[in-house]
């Protein structure tokens, strides 16, 4: 019997022999894929540099709040002597409302892994933390003894952000002996501080050569070789965002590294005002946010589905979806979660899948073709 060509057979059979081809064809999967998943590379580079920038602008504005509500308060009043305890202050509670505000906006900033608000010194002089020797205490005891004129310098770098202005507004031991009269000379002092820390972080970046270096990425410069590999590092910064989290806010405050240790509240960040587990979860969010592309369409996320990466961009999007959820539920536990065993169990949880998390960022990062960076976190 004579044998037939694929070029010979009917149309139906060579559809049918063709739809069996690309079942089986062992590239078939990345290029449909490729194919379905789109990518802007303008628009990445654009959301993320236009998305830093407004946080920023942001940060500045609460700031800019919180200081003149300040001036505004600490001003003498006829119905509210200076005199007055600091926990019977009319005041304290809108300023403690715009403080949050400021401090929560300040996380936002934070999270962003590339950049001059990397910086340590930079994230320093926005609040001092971690702080294991609770140094914001005595240096802002010394400012207080100052009297009417304070010098910040004095107090030193741990004086002059949110994590002095917490301590004068939100701790309880302060509040008590403390009067209006000795705490708003460094109260204002701070506020303004804080204020041009937040305008300096901004200038910084805008000023920066790394912003015009991402802003060309797509051109190929010094710092990034192609849009692509700005995106590699985007992804690079964000595990390492996930294990700062996992080890600086999760297992430190938690002591997790003993059995049976009960965890140190005092090792948290902003402890005082009750933030610490609202922060890792405003974390979370904004790396989920720039794992998906900030205008939901254009992230390292749709880019390694284009690569035809696709299941490595599931694992991440799975696993940040999986450490949200788990750290919904122990900010819904508050103040207890640090006090009972299902508050410590559920923190080991999230600690061993953020670090999870970071291994699953780094996976594809050899995709992207990256130069290797010193980690300054090698050897914690």
């Known amino acids: 019997m004579e044998k037939m060509s ?31 998943v789109s990518f802007d590379y303008d628009g990445f580079i654009n959301s993320v540099e236009q998305q830093q920038q407004t946080q920023m602008q942001q940060l500045i504005q609460h ?16 119905h509210q002597p200076l005199t007055t305890p600091m926990n019977k202050w009319s005041n304290l509670q809108d300023l403690q409302s715009l403080w949050l505000n400021s401090a929560q906006q300040w996380q936002r900033v934070q999270i962003f892994p590339l950049g ?28 207080i003894k100052q009297g009417d004129t304070v010098d910040l310098t004095k107090g030193g770098i741990a004086s002059q952000g949110f994590a002095a202005s917490e301590y004068l507004l939100f701790d309880p031991r302060h509040l008590k002996k403390s009067t209006v009269q000795k705490s708003c000379p460094s109260l204002l002092a701070i506020s303004a501080q804080s204020l041009s820390n937040s305008q300096m972080l901004l200038t910084r970046w805008q000023d920066s050569e790394f912003r015009e270096h991402w802003h060309d990425a797509g051109l190929g410069n010094d710092t990034f070789a192609s849009t692509s590999q700005a995106a590699g590092y985007l992804l690079a910064g964000l595990a390492q965002g996930a294990e700062i989290i996992a080890k600086d806010k999760v297992y430190k405050p938690f002591r997790l590294n003993k059995e049976k240790a009960k965890a140190n509240v005092y090792l948290a960040e902003n402890w005082r005002s009750g933030l610490t587990l609202n922060n890792i979860q405003q974390n979370i969010a904004d790396l989920k946010r720039l794992y998906r592309g900030i205008d939901d369409q254009n992230g390292p996320y749709q880019l390694l589905q284009r690569k035809g990466f696709q299941p490595e961009a599931e694992s991440i999007a799975q696993k940040l979806d999986q450490v949200q959820g788990q750290i919904s539920q122990l900010a819904q536990m508050k103040g207890q979660a640090f006090q ?12 061993k899948n953020l670090m999870g998390l970071e291994k699953a960022l780094k996976k594809p990062l050899p995709h992207f073709n990256l130069a290797q960076k010193f980690n300054s976190r090698d050897g914690d």
């Not at 062992?26 to 894929?33: L, R, V």
């Not at 001059?116 to 914001?136: G, Q, S």
């Open 340 to 351: 009972v065993a299902q508050g410590r169990e559920l923190a080991k949880s999230i600690y």
């Open 63 to 78: 700031n800019q709040a919180l200081n003149s509500a300040v001036r505004l308060a600490c001003q003498p009043s006829d």
């Open 6 to 36: 694929v070029q010979s057979l009917p149309i139906r059979s060579a559809l049918a022999l063709t739809g069996a081809l690309l079942l089986i064809s062992p590239i078939s999967y990345a290029a449909t894929g490729t194919q379905k």
């Open 116 to 143: 001059p608000n990397t910086d340590t010194t930079v994230r320093l002089n926005i609040t001092f933390w971690p702080d294991k020797k609770n140094l914001v205490e005595r240096k802002v005891k010394g400012l």
